[in-house]
């Protein structure tokens, strides 16, 4: 395992609780009509979204996908402004226009979370390109799921990134359905990363539950990609606990898979595992996690105590 301080694998903890913890409150206020829109969240796919981006740099560039507030706050994005965007207000990432899919801050490298399924490869693609031209050293990471991995513009993402060597990591979080059906309906082969011999680069399946082998096997895809060596895809085998989106009966699951006994939890997992390695108490697992708890609970106090957009608003930043 890759070795990392006390002091980093804390950090790693309160950020798998943070993102838990303001997918968990979303989730209640969605319920109670608090916050508009549709949700679609990625309680259990944590390890994935941390392990992930804590192997980026903070101007490394992530595009993300429709189930995107793990990655988005993984990356360095403010829970506050995007707690505001779910809940429609004006200090929100988008001026509480856009909503869940519409977030984005490129001071962290985080170039969007995005309702079109499969259009964070290309966008991807189009920042790595733009490092490359530009030698400036950056390296794009892809996020889509499994359903998108089928998709066209995920395809040509691949192709025109081999052919180019761009600087990309195509990360697939095989989350087991795509909307309402189940993996083995939609996708052809056993594992998504075999789909990069097709294209001529690397391809691997990795435990998307482990936040540890997410981190080091984005770390050296990255190191590899950074060299000129081409782009890698990660497939990561991983977990939705919540519906498609919120409110979503779940009615094509098989009960048995809704049992906690059944699931594995990237963060109880982490728990151990740290607990072990530095010989933590459950009080400094309980204190770190408090501090997650108070940065969500304060995205909250201020999402909820800003202001509506006001109308003047209303026609600016409207091109068209
Ligand atoms: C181009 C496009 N087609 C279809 C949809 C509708 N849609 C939204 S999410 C989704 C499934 C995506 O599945 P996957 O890529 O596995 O991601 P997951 O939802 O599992 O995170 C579909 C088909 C869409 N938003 N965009």
């Not at 990356?75 to 869940?100: F, H, I, P, V």
């Not at 993996?183 to 056993?190: E, I, L, T, Y």
């Not at 909250?300 to 930043?317: H, Q």
Request: glycine share 10%; with cysteine; proline share 4%.
């Amino acid at each position: 395992m890759i070795e990392i301080s006390k002091a980093k694998a804390l950090e790693i903890h309160c950020k798998l609780w943070e993102i838990r913890l303001f997918e968990l409150k979303a989730s209640e206020l969605y319920r109670d009509g608090t916050l508009p829109g549709f949700i679609h969240l990625s309680v259990g796919q944590e390890a994935c979204a941390v392990g992930a981006c804590l192997a980026l740099n903070r101007d490394d560039f992530i595009t993300s996908t429709h189930r995107g507030h793990g990655h988005c706050l993984a990356k360095g994005a403010d829970a506050k402004a995007m707690m505001a965007e779910l809940a429609g207000k004006e200090a929100g990432y988008s001026k509480g226009r856009g909503g869940s899919m519409h977030i984005a801050d490129v001071s962290v490298g985080v170039l969007g979370a995005n309702g079109i399924v499969g259009q964070s490869a290309p966008l991807a693609c189009g920042a790595a390109y733009t490092a490359q031209v530009k030698k400036t050293g950056q390296i794009a990471l892809a996020f889509f799921g499994e359903g998108a991995s089928g998709a066209g513009p995920v395809h040509e993402a691949m192709n025109i990134a081999a052919l180019w060597k761009l600087p990309v990591i195509f990360f697939c979080e095989c989350n087991r359905y795509a909307e309402l059906s189940p993996f083995d309906v939609h996708v052809s082969v056993p594992n998504v990363s075999v789909r990069a011999k097709g294209y001529g680069f690397e391809g691997i399946t990795i435990d998307g539950s482990d936040v540890m082998e997410v981190y080091s096997s984005v770390l050296q895809a990255a190191s590899k990609v950074r060299q000129g060596m081409g782009p890698v895809l990660i497939e990561a085998k991983t977990h939705r606990w919540h519906g498609h989106y919120e409110g979503d009966p779940m009615n094509y699951l098989d009960r048995s898979e809704l049992d906690p006994e059944n699931r594995i939890d990237p963060i109880q997992r982490y728990e151990t595992d740290l607990a072990e390695t530095f010989e933590l108490s459950p009080d400094d697992l309980l204190s770190s996690k408090e501090k997650a708890l108070a940065l969500v609970d304060q995205a909250v106090k201020f999402a909820l105590s800003s202001e509506e957009p006001s109308a003047a608003l209303m026609m600016e930043d409207v091109l068209s």
